[in-house]
């Protein structure tokens, strides 16, 4: 049982800034992915970035050259640098992590892009 809580949402103006972060806590042995999903009012849940435990890294083609995502396995985080904000990315934002045969979800961190 893995238990992710995500923080650092909130409001940002456009071209704006925004370092999300997420901690896995329970009981880790080898979180092989993590990553961050999104959800937009009216969309589908969908992918925005992953990254194995390897260091190989995925992103959605809609945030490629603005987010970068990155993890310490230290402290059993993951990280989401957003930069160049756009009104588009506005979003619940939810961290996913994949333990051997099960998916972990957090309860998601409001983004909101506008000026």
């Known amino acids: 049982q893995v238990q992710l809580v995500e923080s650092g949402g909130g409001l940002v103006q456009p071209g704006g800034s925004l370092r999300l972060s997420c901690a896995a806590s329970?009981?880790?042995?080898?979180?092989?992915?993590m990553g961050w999903y999104r959800q937009a009012v009216g969309k589908q849940r969908a992918s925005v970035a992953t990254?194995?435990?390897?260091?190989?890294?995925n992103y959605a083609s809609s945030v490629k050259g603005r987010f970068t995502i990155s993890r310490d396995n230290a402290k059993n985080m993951v990280y989401l640098q957003m930069n160049s904000l756009k009104p588009e990315d506005t979003a619940v934002y939810y961290c996913?992590?994949?333990?051997?045969?099960?998916?972990?979800w957090g309860q998601g961190t409001q983004v909101t892009v506008s000026s």
């Open positions: 329970g009981n880790i042995y080898s979180l092989n992915v």
């Open positions: 996913y992590t994949r333990q051997i045969f099960s998916d972990y």
């Open positions: 990254i194995t435990s390897g260091g190989t890294t």
